[in-house]
Each structure stands twice: as structure tokens, then as C-alpha cells.
């Protein structure tokens, strides 16, 4: 449950960064965030975010988030829809995190992600209408790739955004893959024509633009009993269930 708040305080922009926070859990054992000292009855600890306190990005956390306002306009979070005597809901939002990109590379913090995806949103909506994928599927893959890394290298050699190794970039025409407009064609139209050979099977056209269409091919079209292309498929699976519309 505390590591549920800690991470709503990492997520949330509206609390000012510079501020105290404080965790309080009641009587009953409700527990609840808040900008000042707990009430009395209540367990007070204080939490001041810093680094050593912020929560690991390979921890996936699903639920959702409730800010409410008092009548003297304090601000509190809790997880619970339930509010006080004389509280107000103002907003709801769902939380989650994602884990570490199949490159290898770190998980940025969601900050840097959001900004990333709004840098990039214009190229994979051009994408999407081009080749007719479901932009969310698209930006999915680029998070379970490579967390919108531009610069992202696999140690198998896979590059940009969409992990590109070199024999597809030069099937498709990317000359640079590091470049995000010519990584994310090439990326998007090999993940339409995975589509289209596979009866628009969502979860083997991932499976194979993670494991090869010939390993898809070679299990009678089916996911490869690969640990790391099942884990692959419900990664991009639970990404596009939770929205990737919530970070822009």
C-alpha cells in the first residue's frame, strides 16, 4: 500500500516537487497522502520524495488514483473512491508503470517518457494512417522496444525506436535507423505486413516481430514457446489495454 502512494507521488504532476508529503493510515487502516500533518488517531510518516524513495520503473503497478479537496483546500491522494465529510473529488486518473525496454537500456522516468511520446506522437499517428495499424498498437511496440529511445542499440545489434535489426532496415529502406522518421516506417510497415501474413492475429504478428516470422511459422502459427516472446506478447498486450493515450 505505501509503495502504491510513492509511486502516485511520481506520477502525479499536480503536487508541487518542493513540497513535504506526509502518509497517514487511520484507525481503520485506510491510508491516505496528504500536503500537512496527519490528524490525530492517525500514523504519521512524513516522506520527503527523493531518488532513493522514487519506485523502481520494472515494478508494474495497475489500480487508480483519487485527488480530493478539502474545505480548506487541502489537497490529498488515496487510492480509495470513498471521500471525507466535506471532500471533494477532483480528478481520477489510472497508475501504472512499465518495465525495463527489450534493448536493455534503463527505463526512463515518466516525466522524460511523456515528453517523448509527444515528441513522437505526430511521426506514429502519420505512421498509423499509412499502413493502417492501430496507433496504439505502434506506440506499444516503440515502449516495449525501446522507450521511445531514438539513439536505443540491443546487444543483438537492434536499433532506434523500433529495434530494427539490419536486415529488415534494408529490406524496408531505412538507411538511417536511428533516424525516428524512417525508423518508425520501416518499423510500422514490417509490423502491417506481420499483420497481413499472419490473418491480422494481433498476438502472432507480435509475436513474430519479436521472435522472427519463421519461428511463428515453425510452432504451426503459433507464439513460439520462447519465455522471453510469451512475457514479449503480454507486455505489448497490457500496454495497449491500459492506453497508451494516458501519456500525451
Known amino acids: 500500500m505505501i509503495r502504491l502512494f510513492l509511486a502516485l507521488l511520481f506520477i502525479l504532476t499536480v503536487a508541487q516537487a518542493a513540497a513535504d508529503t506526509y502518509v497517514c493510515t487511520d484507525e481503520e487502516g485506510d491510508t491516505t497522502l496528504t500536503n500537512v500533518p496527519c490528524n490525530r488517531g492517525s500514523i504519521t510518516q512524513k516522506h520527503n520524495r527523493s531518488s532513493r524513495t522514487r519506485p523502481q520503473n520494472n515494478r508494474k503497478i495497475i489500480g487508480y488514483s483519487y485527488r480530493f479537496e478539502d474545505r480548506e483546500g487541502r489537497t490529498l491522494y488515496t487510492n480509495r473512491r470513498k471521500a471525507g465529510k466535506g471532500m471533494k473529488l477532483v480528478s481520477r486518473r489510472p497508475i501504472y508503470y512499465y518495465g ?3 534493448s536493455g537500456g534503463p527505463a526512463p522516468v515518466l516525466k ?6 509527444k515528441e513522437y506522437k505526430p511521426l506514429i499517428l502519420q505512421a498509423a494512417r499509412d499502413t493502417g495499424l492501430d496507433a496504439n498498437l505502434i506506440h506499444a511496440v516503440i515502449l516495449a522496444e525501446s522507450a521511445y529511445d531514438p539513439q536505443a542499440r540491443s ?3 537492434a536499433m532506434g525506436l523500433m529495434q530494427l535489426m539490419p536486415a529488415t532496415a534494408k529490406r524496408y529502406g531505412v538507411a538511417n535507423p536511428y533516424d525516428p ?3 518508425i516506417r520501416g518499423g510500422t510497415r514490417y509490423l502491417s505486413y ?5 490473418g491480422n492475429d494481433l498476438e502472432l504478428a507480435v509475436a513474430a516481430y519479436n521472435a522472427g516470422e519463421g519461428a511463428v511459422e515453425k510452432y504451426n502459427r503459433s507464439i513460439p514457446p520462447y519465455k522471453e516472446t510469451q512475457n514479449y506478447v503480454e507486455k505489448v498486450k497490457g ?4 492506453g497508451m493515450l494516458a501519456f500525451y
Do not use: H
Open 194 to 198: 506481420l499483420m497481413k501474413r499472419f
Open 181 to 183: 522518421a524512417q525508423n
Open 155 to 157: 546487444p543483438k545489434g
Open 112 to 117: 522524460v517518457l511523456r515528453e517523448r511520446v
Open 100 to 102: 525495463k525496454p527489450r
Open 239 to 242: 500496454y495497449m489495454a491500459q
